[in-house]
């Protein structure tokens, strides 16, 4: 089975921080997602990664900026947390073909700023 | 316009009834077609890919109408597990993104 793993279940941190989501998959996946999905608004893309130092803006990219250094790794950083940010984030990841099956996600980061 | 719209439910149906979940599209060039399924507070999880055939996975069936730009879920004899919110996932004419609708609620109850 695929696995993505997503460092952290539950985040608290406070306005102004910088804030690092680290997701790393097992599966020699070429593609990397970051969502975030708020209550009535559904999952909304941040930024994606088809290959390692390759990155590409989603819908909703202002306010974070993320790093693919390594195949199996994709981080997500918050440059300067606002309460806005206050949601869920999710990781996902497929083949390079895998618009054709799906992808697979992480559990998720809950993630809160106070 | 969304790109993809499902109605938000929740539906709440008795155990053994069969329900029936629909989603409209909006980029004709869309070429893969998805339910997930996502527990409270777990992650999306692919349930199964629509194909313009059709396509049934033991209570669950999945229809395309492409020229309508619509899409079904249809679950037969639900059970209390299937209580979950629904998703419908369209990948877009390039690339591998994949667009999230908001999601439909089931409740099943006793």
């Known amino acids: 089975d695929v696995k993505v793993t997503q460092s952290s279940r539950y985040l608290v941190k406070r306005t102004g921080e910088k804030v690092f989501l680290e997701c790393v998959q097992d599966?020699?996946?070429?593609?990397m997602f970051w969502y975030r999905q708020d209550p009535g608004l559904g999952l909304r893309l941040i930024y994606f990664?088809?290959?390692?130092?390759?990155?590409e803006k989603g819908d909703i990219p202002e306010g974070y900026s993320v790093s693919r250094e390594k195949k199996e790794r994709f981080s997500l950083i918050l440059e300067s947390a606002s309460t806005n940010q206050t949601s869920m984030y999710l990781c996902?990841?497929?083949?390079?073909?895998?618009?054709?099956?799906?992808?697979?996600f992480g559990s998720g980061t809950r993630l809160t700023v106070v | 316009r969304k790109e993809v719209e499902q109605d938000p439910g929740p539906f709440n149906v008795p155990e053994g009834a069969t329900v029936a979940f629909n989603c409209t599209y909006s980029?004709?060039?869309?070429?893969?077609f998805f339910w997930y399924r996502q527990d409270c507070r777990k992650e999306p999880k692919l349930l199964m890919s629509?194909?313009?055939s059709g396509n049934e996975d033991g209570r669950f069936t999945a229809q395309l109408n492409r020229a309508s730009q619509y899409i079904s879920l249809l679950i037969r004899d639900s059970k209390l597990s299937d209580s979950a919110t629904y998703l419908c996932?369209?990948?877009?004419?390039?690339?591998?993104?994949?667009?999230f609708g908001t999601g439909t609620q089931l409740k099943v109850e006793l």
């Open positions: 996902a990841s497929s083949t390079r073909t895998g618009g054709n099956y799906g992808y697979t």
């Open positions: 599966m020699d996946h070429e593609n």
């Open positions: 990664s088809y290959d390692v130092k390759m990155k």
């Open positions: 980029n004709s060039a869309s070429q893969s």
């Open positions: 629509v194909y313009s």
């Open positions: 996932v369209v990948r877009g004419g390039g690339g591998n993104k994949l667009t």
